[in-house]
T-cell receptor, first 111, second 116 residues
Framework: QKEVEQDPGPLSVPEGAIVSLNCTYSNSAFQYFMWYRQYSRKGPELLMYTYSSGNKEDGRFTAQVDKSSKYISLFIRDSQPSDSATYLCAMSANSGYALNFGKGTSLLVTP | GAVVSQHPSRVICKSGTSVKIECRSLDFQATTMFWYRQFPKQSLMLMATSNEGSKATYEQGVEKDKFLINHASLTLSTLTVTSAHPEDSSFYIC????????????FGQGTRLTVV
């Protein structure tokens, strides 16, 4: 079993929809959780960073972490065609460690 | 966020030759740099972790003599793919983390390597 599981999609939604992206993980030691956006042939761009359980909101993006269920989510409100990209979840047990990535979910927002 | 510059963005080389990829942190000192490889429709796979001034730590299955990593300064790390073969063709991405940036790791733009 991989440490981080993420449905690769593709996920297609109409413009304006609320998008829900999710990851599950098996390592209970993970404490730092991140979401990255990656456009084709580009490096990942950090969207959200969360420590431990809870919610964090930044503009149209909300990140949720449920450590009891080992489940994290990213919500995108009022989705735009420019949000079309691959979204990667990443996590680590310690701030000094490298990140463990999910496979990424490919999102397409249609006008 | 902090800026990490990776160069070149794309390179095509002949089988058997070596290729060097540079990763620079432009506005912070990167005490730790990570090198990842990403195959199409796959996740980023960590290849090695390098701390400035010390030898890189390679992940299991990554040949240290083939993928040479140098992190001689706080703003520059290089990955050299030696005697490249077609199966080394991939997307290579570096990320950098500084002492004051906690766990946030900022990524370079990636390098698309094609070995022909």
């Amino acid at each position: 079993q991989k440490e981080v599981e993420q449905d690769p999609g593709p996920l297609s939604v109409p413009e304006g929809a609320i998008v829900s992206l999710n990851c599950t993980y098996s390592n209970s030691a993970f404490q730092y959780f991140m979401w990255y956006r990656q456009y084709s042939r580009k490096g990942p761009e950090l969207l959200m960073y969360t420590y431990s359980s809870g919610n964090k909101e930044d503009g149209r993006f909300t990140a949720q972490v449920d450590k009891s269920s080992k489940y994290i989510s990213l919500f995108i409100r009022d989705s735009q065609p420019s949000d079309s990209a691959t979204y990667l979840c990443a996590m680590s047990a310690n701030s000094g460690y490298a990140l463990n990535f999910g496979k990424g979910t490919s999102l397409l927002v249609t006008p | 966020g902090a800026v990490v510059s990776q160069h070149p963005s794309r390179v095509i080389c002949k089988s058997g030759t070596s290729v060097k990829i540079e990763c620079r942190s432009l506005d912070f000192q990167a005490t730790t740099m990570f090198w990842y490889r990403q195959f199409p429709k796959q996740s980023l796979m960590l290849m090695a972790t390098s701390n400035e001034g010390s030898k890189a730590t390679y992940e299991q299955g990554v040949e240290k003599d083939k993928f040479l990593i140098n992190h001689a300064s706080l703003t520059l790390s290089t990955l050299t793919v030696t005697s490249a073969h077609p199966e080394d063709s991939s997307f290579y991405i570096c990320s950098a983390r500084g002492q004051k940036l906690n766990t946030e790791a900022f990524f370079g733009q990636g390098t698309r390597l094609t070995v022909v």
